[in-house]
């Protein structure tokens, strides 16, 4: 396992990938083609959120996922470039969670709030990250809070930003807002971002919008599927053809968002690699019927889809 600095690792920035996870025929995770995934994500300058919602996470046990944080660590793979997601409804797992990708030297954590307790107060939650991060201490813990209320149902106001920022300065920063409304989006960026909160998109189709105002980068499902080109997008966001190219890859993110994500992309994964492995999820998640596995590929095709963008064609299935 890499040897992780007493020193707190670079900010990170850019695009983040929300890592799908492979499952073997047992429904174990696939340490191999996860290995295989990773490493060609980070050499398309896409950075590691293993554990998102599209990695499957809530249907991860503790155990699993720091048996795979530590795969990936003995793997070579650098832990600057990993932003584990560490959010549970039990306290315990996320400070466990957190303290072990902190004693790695992750660049961070994506932390989503409690979300079997539906309505619950800004206390509550000012608590929950409270408690977290003063049960981890260490000088090293970047929080990168998660807020993502279309399938939580539990968000994360301006004013607990606020508050966490007032207590925690440096420990608490930046976000993924994946509320799919820009309005709020642009009011983290206007509200926080002059004092070093980094506001990450939560969807490649404000990439080019949030840049503009002074975001972080984004943290999207199908960087999993479409590395390259959002990588390129983001490293280029203020070039004359940015909108052109930012329509391209809103096509791209329609098509998979026609059908349930996670499917699709499995289905993309296991077609363009010509791995059958790759279309497994874990109960209560399937993989797509054969009419819209179909459907999904022809899409990308018509779309001069290939995956990792140049790599493997779906036409090939």
Sequence with gaps: MNHPSALPAPRLGGVLSPVL?????????????????????????????????????????VAEKRGLLDVLLDAGMPATRMMPGVGACAL????????????????????????????????????????????????????????????????????LIERLL?????????????????????????????AGFDVF?????????????GGAGVISATANVNPAGIAAL??????PQAQAWQE??????????????IAAMKA?????????????LRPPLVELDAIDREALLRQLDALGFTLYQGRVSTALC
């Design 234 to 239: 983001c490293r280029q966001w203020d070039d």
């Design 268 to 280: 993309a994964m296991s077609c363009g690699l010509r791995d059958p492995g790759w279309n497994r």
């Design 201 to 213: 998109a939560g969807s490649e189709t404000a990439l080019v919008q949030t840049m503009r105002h």
């Design 92 to 159: 315990g797992d996320t400070v466990e969670l957190t303290r072990h990708a902190v004693q790695a030297g992750c660049g961070g954590v994506l932390m989503l709030p409690p979300f079997y307790y539906k309505a619950v107060s800004e206390e509550g939650l000012f608590r929950v990250f409270a408690e977290v991060i003063e049960a981890v201490a260490d000088a090293r813990l970047r929080i990168y809070l998660y807020h993502i209320p279309p399938v939580a149902q539990v968000g994360i106001s301006l004013g």
């Design 21 to 61: 996870t492979p499952f073997e025929a047992d429904g174990s995770p696939s340490i191999a083609r996860f290995i295989e995934h990773c490493r060609t994500l980070l050499n398309h300058d896409v950075r590691l959120a293993v554990f998102g919602t599209n990695s499957e996470a809530a249907s991860l046990s």
């Design 166 to 194: 007032k207590r925690f300065p440096g420990v608490v920063a930046g976000i993924k807002d994946s509320s799919g409304d820009w309005n709020n989006t642009a009011a983290m960026l206007r509200e926080f971002g002059a």
């Design 248 to 261: 391209e890859l809103n096509e791209v993110r329609a098509a998979f968002a026609g059908f349930p994500m």
